[in-house]
């Protein structure tokens, strides 16, 4: 994998275009040759996953913080595009973007009390944040509907469609994994994505240059948690039924190891982990009680033999000092640690 990744990024600019061209297309007609709700159901929850997965690698992968409930934001968004189709009756297209900008707002108030926070203890708040959101679905009945969760809620209507079948809703994922995809990597190639991996790489350096790290860290939250936010809000009408117990540590987990097993500070990362996780979701299905068990030794493994995960970089800190970093590269990231704190001047 990683060698065919390799291929890929020596190819010219054109003729990456291309390719890119190409596999949007046949994603684009697969359901027209394919339309069996099995298939097209798994391929929708591999693109939320992609965008799930996505956006807590903008966190953990690009800025260096670790995050590990990111499944707290997906909550959020997911419940707050219920109630406003429920109980507002508000379209889909308009709950949508204000579920993630309402998600944002909650990162922003969770990043805030932790900028100083680094490591494992951060981890443990946003594992915190996470039990504290569910809790809240749970038992604040008149909004959530407690342990009932939110029935009914309606599919988009789309030029007089009703997008209620999988082989229908197929396109809003695909859609919003595109652009996700599209929005992350103009944003990991413009000053704020730069400012984000000189905080990774070293944020007392960063600081020292004029780099305004916690504005920045603030900032990448904000943007991790937005993109979560919209995969919930596109995640409660399509599946009718949003419970507390569907965002459990469990699904915290579960995002979490489709980063670490694609490979973290990558855009193609989290689609091969969220393509393989779901993947063995349906292979294990007569072992589902163990199913967990099985991501655990996995991440073991690869964090064992590729700790950079399968597509990570071989020159990355994550793979363990196995290969030397060309100094080309250290002059480069120097380089652009030096006009981030220019400019900041």
Request: glycine residues 10%.
């Amino acid at each position: 994998m990683a060698g065919i990744k390799n291929k890929f990024f020596n190819l010219n600019k054109r003729t990456k275009i291309i390719l890119i061209i190409l596999l949007c297309v046949a994603l684009v007609i697969l359901p027209q040759v394919n339309h069996k709700s099995y298939v097209m159901g798994v391929m929708c929850r591999i693109f939320m996953y992609t965008i799930l997965a996505g956006s807590l690698n903008v966190i953990n992968g690009y800025s260096g913080q670790f995050n590990i409930g990111h499944a707290g934001f997906y909550c959020v968004g997911a419940y707050f595009e219920a109630i406003l189709a429920t109980k507002l009756g508000i379209s889909f297209w308009i709950a949508l973007p204000l579920a993630g900008i309402f998600t944002a707002l909650i990162g922003l108030l969770v990043s805030l009390p932790t900028l100083r926070l680094r490591g494992i203890y951060l981890a443990i708040v946003t594992l915190g944040f996470s039990e504290i959101i569910r809790l809240v679905a749970l038992n604040w009945d008149s909004v959530t509907g407690g342990p009932n969760g939110i029935k009914g809620v309606p599919a988009p209507v789309l030029f007089g469609t009703r997008l209620s079948t999988s082989a229908k809703y197929y396109y809003v994922f695909l859609v919003l994994a595109i652009l996700f995809l599209f929005i992350t990597s103009r944003v990991i190639k413009s000053r704020v994505g730069r400012a984000w991996i000189s905080i990774r790489e070293d944020e007392l350096a960063a600081r020292s240059l004029g780099v305004e790290t916690s504005r920045y860290k603030a900032m990448n939250f904000m943007y991790g948690a937005f993109w979560a936010g919209i995969a919930g809000a596109a995640f409660a009408p399509y599946f009718k039924f949003i419970a507390s117990d569907m965002f459990t540590l469990d699904e915290g987990f579960n995002i979490l190891s489709m980063v670490i097993i694609g490979g973290q500070g990558t855009l193609i990362g989290p689609i091969v982990g969220s393509t393989l996780i779901n993947f063995l979701t349906e292979v294990l299905r007569p072992v589902s009680e163990y199913r967990l068990v099985i991501y655990a030794l996995l991440i073991i493994i690869t964090m064992w033999v590729r700790p950079q995960g399968i597509v990570g970089a071989s020159t990355s800190i994550l793979a363990g000092g196995k290969t030397r970093v060309p100094k080309s590269k250290v002059k480069n990231v120097k380089a652009e640690q030096k006009t981030l704190g220019k400019e900041a001047q």
